[in-house]
């Protein structure tokens, strides 16, 4: 695969300065194809082992769009290993899922997946029952699954969740809606966060061990008749252990659905936000927010990206050693179709942008990422055409990070 070399960009920061430099210093190490013969893959995981150099990918397969069968038939849970070590890796289907039930597109329905232990967490949609469900992969390849109850699609479409180290579930979604359920299945609470703005949404939750607490991401906005919103505010709450508000901050930021924000906490627990602040469909203003544990302030603002006559299909923030946050985002153009491109930024703890890179045609729509020290590690689903025959399969890469020449 061939490296695909940036020259200088300018970037425009907010009340940091941007180590400068003049090629990218990120590269292809090394790729893998995951191939299941007949059969589509969607990726749910991605996760190191960092103790055991061991990198996992949890996935989906399916029969999917064939002359014999109907689409998204037979779905199978299956997870790949590959040992950084020898370079040896394992594939393994885990088990049957329900066919009218199947996650086939990215980030919409699994919300969250981490290593505790041993063990792989993923927590799911489950589009029959609007409950969700939460997978956990062993070590040992056994799979466990429990249902988190949820409610009825007409109050509520989840956007999001994570789970704490004491098995407790956090769920969220449209009205500001967010839902604890204990350990033991039963639901602890519920919350809404209200504004009088007209419409409310959570796009996402974390919870901080450290602080004993839960943090939460959504957006506040005027409905708009052209399926954008207007005097839209972003919105980041502290939640005590009973749901309850114990701070919160309001702040600029478009809050189109379509454009993706996304939030994650630091190594150290702060709030990271990623926001588009233009209004126009396919034009981008991307910032990256990083704020004070208590919400009182922002530590500091990055304007890392613009562009014109694209869609972005997700923007990804991945903490990682030293405070860093690599920030991940795929772009393909909206007059030609072909022009797909993975981005990189990495910031440090202050917001300087320290690395960045370009890669044309390297993954498809659905991506997940994971780091480990000097490392990324990237998990797509891959479709290629050779002699009139598409192929189905997934692609493994891992981009080595140099450090800044700048």
């Not at 300065?17 to 210093?25: G, H, L, R």
């Not at 030609?336 to 942008?353: A, M, T, V």
């Not at 009139?388 to 399969?393: L, M, N, R, V």
Request: proline share 3%.
């Amino acid at each position: 695969m061939k490296e695909v070399k940036v020259s200088l960009i300018t970037l425009i920061l907010i009340a940091v300065t941007s180590v400068a430099f003049s090629e990218p210093d990120i590269s292809i190490l090394w790729e893998k194809d995951i191939a299941l013969t007949g059969r589509k893959i969607t990726p749910y995981a991605i996760k190191v082992d960092e103790d055991k150099n061991i990198v996992r990918f949890v996935g989906v397969s399916y029969i999917y769009r064939t002359k014999e069968t109907p689409r998204r038939q037979n779905p199978e849970l299956f997870e790949y290993r590959f040992n950084l070590k020898d370079n040896t890796a394992e594939l393994k289907t885990l088990m049957a899922m329900d066919e009218g039930d199947i996650t086939t597109s990215l980030p919409l329905h699994v919300k969250d997946s981490r290593l505790i232990g041993d063990d792989i967490l993923i927590i799911r949609n489950q589009c029959k029952s609007f409950n969700s469900q939460e997978l956990t992969i062993s070590s040992d390849w056994q799979v466990k699954t429990r249902e988190i109850p949820g409610l009825t699609r007409r109050s509520v479409s989840t956007h999001g969740a994570c789970r704490n180290i004491d098995g407790d579930v956090f769920l969220c979604g449209n009205s500001g809606y967010i839902r604890k359920v204990n350990g033991n299945g039963n639901v602890a609470w519920d919350m809404n966060y209200k504004s009088d703005k007209g419409r409310d949404g959570t796009f996402g939750v974390a919870f901080s061990e450290s602080e004993n607490m839960l943090v939460a991401f959504g957006v506040s906005f005027e409905p708009d008749s052209k399926f954008t919103t207007k005097e839209s505010s972003l919105w980041l709450a502290n939640l005590d252990s009973k749901g309850n508000i114990k701070a919160e901050t309001k702040f600029e930021g478009i809050g189109n659905f379509g454009k993706h924000p996304s939030f994650c906490l630091s190594k150290s627990d702060n709030p990271i936000v990623i926001y588009d602040n233009n209004v126009e469909i396919g034009t981008y203003n991307i910032y990256v927010s990083r704020f004070l544990k208590d919400l009182k302030a922002k530590a500091w603002t990055t304007h890392i990206f613009d562009g014109n006559d694209m869609m972005i299909s997700q923007m990804v923030l991945t903490p990682f050693k030293e405070d860093y946050t690599l920030v991940t985002f795929f772009t393909f153009g909206t007059r030609i179709r072909n022009s797909r491109k993975l981005y990189f930024y990495i910031l440090d703890k202050n917001g300087s942008i320290i690395n960045h890179a370009i890669f044309e045609d390297v993954i498809g729509y659905d991506y997940l990422v994971a780091v480990l020290k000097d490392r990324i590690f990237c998990v797509t689903n891959r479709s290629r055409k050779e002699k009139g025959k598409h192929t189905e399969s997934a692609r493994l890469i891992c981009f080595k990070i140099y450090p800044c020449k700048g």
